[in-house]
């Protein structure tokens, strides 16, 4: 583990980076709402088409964005965490722009991609806040800074559905990378990073793995980001089609759907920073194995309700428990490698995440398929629970291990 030196303006950095998250996951998701429309609007004229062309738009920047997480990642370590901040809000404003500009759908799956090759700027804040901020605080600011990427969840569907009407599909593009801009100002302007005394390890060619004393926690961490958005995306997918069985109205359907997906980031929202909070005074390791728990157990209702509201009201709480795991996870692999491999191991957290997004949406739908709804809801209930479980051994595991 390695010495850790706080920098003097973390606070100011954490604002920056909540600020410039917050934008970028706004223009990430803001499409979601319009995206059919705008694949129809590029030539794509058959309906199952037009479904499948967008989710190949929309997952494409997610694809690219897992397989150079742990590039960019080294990069920080090697020239600073400012300039790969830099560079993702720039680089996502221009592929905003441009998107905005596409004339026919591979221009537009092409865009996505560059712009999952071009961003980052969430992981790559989680990692500055990381690495700048004392120890004793860590669990907090990463808490905080999940509550801005929370609400950017939140707010982007909302922007989505309201401005194509009032400004237009192409022109929202444009506002999206307008706002980027603005954070890659703030970000060039404002945020300071401390200059980093030469890790010894560094220089003696001990780099990634090779430079990691004890594995496990790191290796803990990956598998349990993988199986956080495994067990969370395999729900997303079903969830409309769920409400539609809860639901007597079918015009209503839709609206309590996006009330439901909307509470479980509102509870997320409010959660993350109080959950830090107590991890810096417990452990992160608790924190987690508790909040897996907690939401298998949450679970198991899900699968037996009656009424939208019952839904609504369960997915609020799982959104409560859910929202310390991923600034805990990247709190305990932060604690667990030295400075110099920080960058490089949170980027695989990173990939080793968004495996499990890629791959929770087809489990979930396949599961929903072929045995129904609500063995989705406890398929998942298990998944978390043995989640919970294995965290829990490995800590006792780790703790009983002599250093």
Known sequence: MSNRMSSPYWRRNLAVCMLGSFSTIVAMTLLLPFLPLYVEQLG??????????????????????????????????????KLMLIRASLGMAVAM???GVAHDIWQLVGLRLL????????????????????????????????????????????????????IGIRATF?????????????????????ARPADPRATRGQEGWACVADKRPVVAMFLTGTLLMLATMSIEP??????????????RVTLVAGVVMSATALGSILSAARLGKLADRIGAWNVIAACLAVSAALLVPQAFVTAGWQLVVLRFFMGLSLG????????????????????QMLGYSVSAQYTGQVAGP??????????????????????????????????????????
């Open 324 to 343: 310390g795991l991923l600034p805990c996870i990247a709190s305990v692999i932060r604690h667990s490698v030295p400075e110099h491999a920080a960058g």
């Open 44 to 81: 794509v004229a058959e309906h199952a088409a037009i479904v499948q062309w967008s989710g190949v738009a929309y997952g494409a920047t997610f694809f690219t964005a897992a397989l150079v997480a742990p590039l960019w990642g080294r990069l920080a370590d090697l020239y600073g965490r």
């Open 362 to 403: 087809l489990l979930g739908g396949f599961v929903g398929g072929h045995f129904g709804m609500r063995a989705v809801f406890l398929g998942t209930c298990v998944l978390m629970a043995c989640g919970a479980v294995w965290n829990w051994r490995a800590k006792r595991l780790q703790a009983s291990t002599p250093r």
């Open 97 to 99: 722009a441009l998107i």
């Open 238 to 251: 079903i969830i409309t089609v769920y409400v539609a069985q809860l639901v007597s109205d079918p015009a």
């Open 174 to 194: 444009f506002a999206a990378g307008a706002v980027i801009f603005v954070a890659f100002l703030a970000t060039a302007i404002f945020i300071r990073e401390e």
């Open 115 to 166: 712009a999952g090759l071009l961003g980052g700027y969430a992981s790559g804040s989680t990692l500055l806040v990381a690495t700048q901020t004392p120890k004793e605080r860590s669990g907090w600011a990463l808490g905080t800074l999940s509550s801005a990427i929370m609400a950017g969840n939140l707010v982007g569907p909302l922007l989505g559905g309201a401005l194509p009407p009032l």
